[in-house]
């Protein structure tokens, strides 16, 4: 392991660390302008952060010492997984330890942690968010699964890297089984993210939230936190995306100098902005589902993700 | 047994719409009440009154809507020291919340099994009753908070979800208590009363010339309906007789806050289902609207436009041009939205089947307004009671027959067309001309009533006059005392998360009902 891959690997973290909340920041700005209202600045979030960092901790009295961890699991998890995902080189030292099961594994975790920490406290309101977070988490999970075994069946690995160098190496990329991989991985991060249809984050509407609901009760540094992580996470699910449908520009092994890095966050940069336009006008686009819906709108995204493994041992063998 | 009210004694009542008082004895209240209920008429309000200075008991009123006029039956009760009177919730639900509201306030009791508080929160001892004439309501007590009882749901799996009264949003405070299974809601009880100020109180050191500053406060996106209610019954008492033109103006206000209103909630609705883009273009219509009220009657919600007498100013040439202008451009923008709403499906699949309301259920627990209309149940004052200048315009009743959330969008789309060209049909009326006319003190104890059709539904003051031009007392009523209770039964068998939105499609009044 050279210094170069460590600075790479390193680089890559902190990049995604940095730059998490701005492309939360481009959604929001460009939500604002398709909905007629004048946009908040770019820089909202880091604000928002600054903020809440500032600020002392309420705690409720009975909180447990799980309340408290939670803040610091969910962003750790999120910090491993962008480490674990080529965003802009393949040549990562974390990326061959853990591979793309694991990475699901990771957002379980959180997943399991934060939900714990909202019953933790014992209000109705975070029992209930977490009680529906669970049913879309484990109804999203097989779907995103299913997503992943088709970039995994054309590469032949289970490791995100090898996934990107082999879709660059071949150009299986106009494969029509990715083509469904790709409507449901989107389906799945909607859901995943808290995103409408299936979960509002700009509500008050306590009773209708999900992810807010669960952070309701937190504050200060520990809210900052749980609010950096789920920044983190909607940009890990980009970028997993970027890995899976569109490899172009990601700097890979052999021909990731200090030239190739540079494009390389220079393209994930305008693949974001293109990302979160499109999210954004999704989200305009549509209303939020009947909470019961989730589970048609999450077996669609898994029967998408089926057909598209059918399409590939059926048509593409 | 019941008797034909139509035998009772009566007299009538100075009011803006036809208007008979009865008094009637413990036995008569009750034979009344079965009698009222079995020719479908709807209670309006119940009130009560300290007359123990006077004639040494206390009096409780019941004020119902008949198809043709209004019957206002009056009990009093001669044991001062225990007053009762029978309950009148058997024949009106609706009844039951304003009996525990005047025995909060005035110490009457019925003989309904539920005593549980519903105004008093511990503000007050549970002795004391500040509607008294021996309280001077200037008094601050220690707050003494008591549990309230839930009625509670048992059985595999059901929890409660208490919510309020402290919101994630600003908004105002009440208190929701589910008791569900999973998602889905077994029974919600509502506690109401946070917001209560006392307003009954104030209206007794208030003058006659500026009560309506007062009515116009109760609810504050009502506030054209209770200042003109109020306005109504204290002209009734006087016999003054409105000029013409301000009349026109009056209804040209009351329109414009339902317009105002519809609006709002038409974008929160769309919010409320996860449709911003409804919400941003629906306030941009409504902030059109409240300038042009700003630059027209020289108040955005038109706060204290009203007056005994009259109205404050007139419409100059170019205020009435803009508002026109504003029409114009109101009418098809509004269209185009109720397009989009209507040809979104994911917006649409909310809307249809959430919270209904069946008509059967509607018509048996006394709806009205609004809600009552989007369920399919007549009842409109402006065309079934109409009072000047409503008699003349032919406005239009506005059913919808859905009684779910899709109905009430759609009954508020109707009705801001309905008013729309009800506006123009005011705008058409003779330029400047005299506004107000001076109101002569009324002399003391005199009852009068003022009924108007506000954006929820009919809104009722019942004004007592006072000595030397003061108010002996001032019962205020807002729709929302009826159709609160209709939203525990709209949500049975709903999930959670759909509350909000059944709730925002209700939009009842908070301060209203707590008054």
Not at chain 1, 130 to 156: H, K, Q, T, W, Y
Not at chain 2, 171 to 196: A, C, D, M, Q
Request: aromatic fraction near 8%.
């Amino acid at each position: 392991m050279t210094a170069l891959t460590m600075v790479r690997q390193f680089g890559e973290v902190l990049l995604a660390i940095a730059i998490a909340p701005l492309f939360t920041g481009w959604i929001a700005q460009c939500r604002a302008w398709l909905q007629s209202r004048a946009a908040p600045p770019l820089t909202q979030p880091y604000r928002m952060l600054r903020k809440l960092f500032q600020k002392d901790v309420a705690l409720a009295t009975h909180a447990s010492a799980l309340f408290r961890m939670t803040p610091y699991i969910l962003f750790g998890a999120m910090v491993l997984v962008a480490a674990i995902i080529p965003s802009i080189a393949t040549d990562l030292p974390f990326a061959r330890v853990a591979d793309a099961i694991a990475l699901i594994g990771l957002f379980a975790t959180a997943r399991v942690f934060l939900s714990l920490a909202a019953m933790d406290i014992g209000t109705a309101f975070g029992s209930m968010g977490a009680r529906r977070d669970m049913m879309i988490g484990f109804l999203a999970e097989p779907a995103l699964l299913m997503v992943l075994f088709n970039a995994f069946l054309l590469s032949g690995s289970t490791a995100l890297p090898s996934v990107v160098e082999a879709s660059t190496a071949h150009s299986f990329l106009m494969d029509p089984s990715l083509l469904f991989a790709a409507v449901a991985f989107l389906m799945v991060l909607l859901a995943e993210n808290a995103r409408i249809p299936i979960d509002n984050p700009a509500t008050h509407l306590e009773l209708t939230m999900i992810h807010e609901a669960m952070a309701l009760e937190y504050s200060a540094r520990h809210l900052a936190l749980v609010e950096w992580a789920s920044d983190l996470k909607l940009f890990n699910y980009a970028c997993i995306g970027f890995a899976l449908f569109l490899p172009w520009g990601i700097a890979t092994h052999g021909a990731d100098g200090g030239l190739a890095l540079g494009l390389a966050v220079a393209v994930l940069l305008a693949k974001l902005t293109v990302a979160g336009a499109a999210l954004a006008l999704i989200e305009s686009l549509s209303a939020k589902l009947r909470i019961f819906r989730a589970p048609e709108y999450l077996a669609m995204a898994f029967l998408l993700a089926v057909l598209g493994l059918l399409v590939h041992l059926l048509l593409g063998a | 047994m019941a008797t034909n009210f139509m035998e009772l004694q009566s007299a009538s009542l100075p009011a803006n719409v036809p208007c008979k008082l009865a008094r009637v004895d413990r036995q008569q209240w009750l034979q009344t009440a079965e009698a009222l209920r079995q020719s479908n008429a709807r209670i309006l309000a119940l009130w009560g009154a300290d007359d123990r200075d006077r004639d040494g008991s206390f009096h409780i009123y019941a004020a119902y809507l008949l198809p043709d006029s209004v019957l206002v039956v009056e009990h009093c009760m001669e044991d001062a020291s225990t007053p009762s009177y029978p309950s009148l919730a058997v024949f009106f639900p609706a009844a039951s919340r304003m009996q525990r509201a005047v025995f909060d306030l005035l110490g009457i009791a019925t003989d309904e099994s539920d005593t549980r508080g519903w105004l008093r929160h511990g503000g007050w001892s549970e002795t004391l009753f500040p509607l008294r004439r021996d309280v001077d309501g200037k008094h601050q007590y220690p707050v003494a908070s008591a549990p309230y009882p839930f009625v509670s749901v048992e059985g595999d799996g059901v929890h409660e979800i208490a919510v309020g009264p402290v919101h994630a949003g600003t908004i105002e405070p009440g208190h929701f208590r589910f008791s569900v299974v999973g998602e889905k809601v077994l029974r919600l009880e509502e506690r109401l009363g946070y917001t209560h100020k006392g307003i009954a109180k104030l209206f007794e050191n208030a003058s006659q010339q500026n009560g309506h500053r007062l009515a116009a406060r109760i609810s504050g996106d009502s506030a054209v309906a209770f200042s003109w209610a109020y306005c109504a019954a204290l002209e009734a008492i006087t016999e003054t007789v409105c000029p013409a033109r301000a009349i026109l103006l009056r209804a040209l206000a009351l329109e414009h806050e339902r317009l105002a209103n519809h609006l709002g909630d038409l974008g929160a609705l769309g919010n409320d289902a996860g449709f911003a883009f409804g919400l941003t273009h629906f306030s941009r219509l409504k902030e059109d609207l409240l300038r042009a009220n700003a630059a027209a009657f020289g108040a955005r919600y038109l706060l204290d436009y009203l007056i005994p007498g009259g109205v404050t100013v007139d419409l100059t040439a170019d205020a009435r041009c803009r508002l026109l202008n504003l029409y114009d451009a109101l009418e098809p923008s509004v269209t185009q939205m109720r397009s989009i709403y209507d040809e979104h499906a994911g917006l649409q699949d909310r809307f249809r089947e959430a919270g209904r309301l069946e008509r059967a259920t509607a018509e048996e627990l006394g709806a009205i307004g609004l809600v009552a209309r989007a369920s399919g149940v007549a009842c409109d004052l402006r065309v079934d009671h109409p009072w000047p200048p409503y008699d003349t315009l032919a406005p239009k009743m506005i059913l919808q027959s859905g009684g779910d959330v899709a109905a009430r969008v759609q009954a508020r789309f109707d009705e801001i067309f309905e008013s729309l060209r009800i506006c123009r049909a005011l705008l058409a009326g003779p330029p400047m001309a005299e506004i107000q006319t001076p109101v002569p003190i009324a002399a003391a104890n005199l009852l009068g009533i003022g009924l108007i059709e506000g954006w929820r539904g009919p809104v009722m003051i019942a004004l007592k006059t006072g000595s030397g031009g003061g108010i002996r007392s001032c019962h205020a009523h807002d729709p929302s005392w009826q159709n609160w209770p209709l939203l525990e039964y709209a949500i049975l068998g709903n999930i959670v998360p759909d509350f909000p939105l059944i709730n925002k499609s209700f939009n009842l009044s908070y301060s209203g009902q707590d008054g």
